[in-house]
């Protein structure tokens, strides 16, 4: 019974240990969410003006642009997936990884060969665990993404693209991320980047873009300007809205297992009590049947 209760003891410490360290990262990334949405937030007007200014262009002109123009010189396609650094979030690199599976599998039933991104270290782990080369991988940082990080990207993404088909050169360009609805709410998306696909953020209800934009000196200069600018602020939206849900997604699991490891601490106190109850009832036996034995003797 001693022993029992020694056992119980340690994983009741054990336990508690955890429960501290679970809470301190719970706490960690309820402080960090609030900055991560208000970035995602102020790089929202920028992305969406330059959405329009791309759409303005590409809709309202004549112009036959590398970047706007399907390429079909080659069959490859390239994916870049964002995931976390860490673990400790639940489920959510294993979602954006997932999607980026179901992707591929697309893309392959088309008959296009994929060109690997990988940014975040789960994502680079999962790849590398199954040997597939990465054409480009960045870790560090990914609950907190810098511009830097965006445009070194953002570039890479860029010169595949541009690239001939001699040096690797790819036709498309999807980016798989997890898109920040709110903190409860966060699910993995799949954009296609290259060719330039303008989905969203174009005008608002009644409003015409048109009219806002005079091209000089020229639609094919204004796209040479402005293309890498937009390819650069919807990498980095993507790594802003991932950080964002990472964090959310880090403080719900943290929050779980701080009230898991409460469970276990009250399960393992009442077998302690239980195994100490049994210790003294099995003590008071004993000493009974030892009086009971000297007066019967």
Same mark, same amino acid.
């Given at each position: ?90 489920? !959510? ?40 080369? *990465? ?94 600018? !937009?390819?650069?602020?919807?990498? !980095?939206?993507? *790594? ?27 399960? !393992? ?29």
């Amino acid at each position: 019974m001693g022993g029992q209760q020694r056992v119980y003891r340690q994983r009741i410490r054990s336990t508690q240990s955890l429960k501290k360290i679970f809470r301190a990262m719970e706490l960690i990334a309820a402080s960090r969410i609030g900055k991560a949405r208000d970035r995602v937030t102020a790089a929202a007007p920028y992305s969406r003006a330059i959405t329009r200014a791309i759409s303005a262009v590409a809709t309202h002109s004549n112009v036959e642009h590398p970047l706007t123009s399907e390429r079909h010189d080659t069959n490859r396609a390239a994916v870049l997936v964002v995931s976390a650094d860490r673990g400790m979030a639940g489920a !959510y690199s294993a979602n954006a990884i997932r999607e980026s599976e179901r992707l591929r599998e697309r893309l392959e039933a088309e008959g296009k060969e994929i060109v690997q991104f990988a940014a975040g270290r789960r994502a680079v782990s999962y790849f590398n665990f199954r040997h597939r080369e *990465l054409a480009g991988k960045w870790t560090g940082g990914s609950d907190s993404p810098d511009v830097e990080t965006a445009n070194e990207i953002a570039n890479a993404l860029y010169e595949a693209f541009t690239a001939s088909v001699e040096d690797g050169g790819v036709a498309e360009i999807h980016i798989v991320y997890t898109h920040f609805a709110s903190m409860v709410s966060q699910e993995p998306r799949v954009i296609r980047l290259l060719p330039l696909e303008i989905v969203e953020g174009v005008a608002e209800p009644g409003e015409d873009v048109e009219p806002l934009y005079a091209f000089e000196p020229s639609p094919e200069a204004v796209l040479d300007a402005a293309l890498p600018r !937009y390819i650069e602020a919807r990498v !980095y939206t993507c *790594l802003l809205q991932s950080a964002a849900s990472e964090l959310a997604n880090r403080q719900r699991a943290m929050n779980t297992a701080v009230s898991n490891a409460e469970d276990i601490i009250r399960q !393992y106190t009442r077998l302690a009590n239980s195994a100490r109850q049994a210790e003294i009832t099995q003590e008071i036996s004993e000493i009974v049947s030892g009086a009971d034995a000297l007066a019967a003797s």
